[in-house]
């Protein structure tokens, strides 16, 4: 069974950095895309940044030139680090991925249970 598991949320003050984790675990082939994901109170879960197999990034406009997504594929990891926080990044972020399971299945999705993230004074 195919697991993603988020770290490395907490509480940061406006103007400070916090870099995220999302590891994945269980019967894995392949990791094709890997993604974040944030979901403000009362919001919906909207699209952080994306990083393909190659390295490829992109990233919202709210984020671009803040944040930075990288991936280790042979710990199964993706990153988010995550620079000049402000008040509005406050969300659960949610760790996702395209996961092949087997060689003889097609790419799947999968979800993390999502890390807090709180940017106050």
């Known amino acids: 069974q195919v697991r993603l598991v988020e770290s490395g949320g907490g509480l940061v003050q406006p103007g400070g950095s916090l870099r995220l984790s999302c590891a994945a675990s269980g019967s894995i082939f392949s990791i094709d895309a890997m993604r974040w994901y944030r979901q403000a109170l009362g919001e919906e879960r909207d699209l952080v940044a994306v990083i393909g197999s190659g390295g490829t990034a992109n990233y919202a406009d709210s984020v671009t030139g803040r944040f930075t997504i990288s991936r280790d594929n042979a710990k199964k990891t993706v990153y988010l680090q995550m620079n000049s926080l402000i008040p509005e990044d406050t969300a659960v972020y949610y760790c996702?991925?395209?996961?092949?399971?087997?060689?003889?299945?097609?790419?799947?999705?999968?979800w993390g249970q999502g890390t807090q993230v709180t940017v106050s004074s």
């Open positions: 996702n991925a395209d996961i092949r399971p087997s060689r003889f299945i097609t790419s799947l999705p999968y």
